[in-house]
């Protein structure tokens, strides 16, 4: 296995996860259950996506972006498709930082969810570069 194989595989397994955790968020968010996982402190919790002023963008649940993401970085991962995945992954951590920022400096609340996609789309984000650095090597 080649290091741009590697790479792929490492995307697979953090989109999946992803995938994962943004169904997580979603399930929170649509059955509104009792006890949540992330509800720690008025601090550190995860209302702020689950139901305060980030739940929606632009009318669309928030985590179904980020499971729509991670869908497409999966299949990116699957089929080679490194430009794809570079530009969702880039989106996918604009989207993040803005979230983080409302979060933080906005509404002063900590998601360890949202902390969780954050590393997740970080390290996609970075693993793309990697895969994209290596294509262009390959053919310079």
Request: proline share 4%; glycine share 4%; net charge neutral.
């Amino acid at each position: 296995m080649n290091s741009t194989q590697k790479v792929f595989s490492w995307i697979r397994i953090l989109s999946t996860l992803g995938i994962l955790v943004s169904l997580y968020v979603l399930w929170e968010q649509i059955s509104r259950t009792p006890f949540q996982v992330c509800d720690i402190s008025s601090t550190v919790n995860c209302n702020a996506i689950i139901s305060g002023p980030v739940a929606q963008t632009l009318g669309i649940p928030t985590p179904l972006y980020g499971l729509v993401g991670y869908i497409v970085i999966l299949l990116a991962a699957m089929f080679s498709w490194k430009k794809t995945m570079l530009v969702v992954a880039t989106l996918g951590l604009a989207f993040c930082l803005w979230i983080g920022y409302v979060e933080l400096f906005l509404l002063h609340v900590v998601c360890p969810v949202c902390i969780t996609c954050d590393v997740i789309i970080i390290s996609v984000f970075v693993l793309s570069l990697f895969a994209q650095r290596n294509v262009s090597e390959h053919t310079a």
